[in-house]
């Protein structure tokens, strides 16, 4: 079966980082691109960063950039985004995604999805 896992969301405060993974089983990320995408409540999906199957190529949306870092170890079949300088506007559920073929930020073109991990920035 081929599923994606997001791990390392939680509480931080402003200011503070987060580590989020995600991890595939069932199949290889050797040839997919990687999309974060985050939704907060009522709010619509919106793309975060997205990277290409091979890590030479990334994308940042702009209210993240300078800030978030995606990275990924195809030898341990995971994706990471690395989360700085957090603010309360961050907070939301962060989902990552995976797409044969080019990077993208558009989500409609992904292929597979994971469940979603929390990440919440307050004082």
């Known amino acids: 079966q081929l599923q994606l896992v997001e791990s390392g969301g939680g509480w931080v405060q402003p200011g503070g980082s987060l580590r989020l993974s995600c991890a595939a089983s069932?199949?290889?990320?050797?040839?997919?691109?990687i999309g974060w995408f985050r939704q907060a409540p009522g709010k619509e999906r919106e793309g975060v960063s997205c990277?290409?199957?091979?890590?030479?190529?990334?994308k940042y949306a702009e209210s993240v950039k300078g800030r978030f870092t995606i990275s990924r170890d195809n030898a341990k079949n995971t994706v990471y985004l690395q989360m700085n300088s957090l603010r309360p506007e961050d907070t939301a559920v962060y989902y990552c995604?995976?797409?044969?073929?080019?990077?993208?930020?558009?989500?409609?073109?992904?292929?597979?999805w994971g469940q979603g991990t929390q990440v919440t920035v307050s004082s």
């Open positions: 069932g199949f290889t990320l050797d040839y997919y691109a």
């Open positions: 995604a995976a797409v044969w073929g080019m990077a993208t930020m558009r989500s409609k073109l992904y292929d597979y």
């Open positions: 990277i290409d199957h091979r890590g030479g190529s990334t």
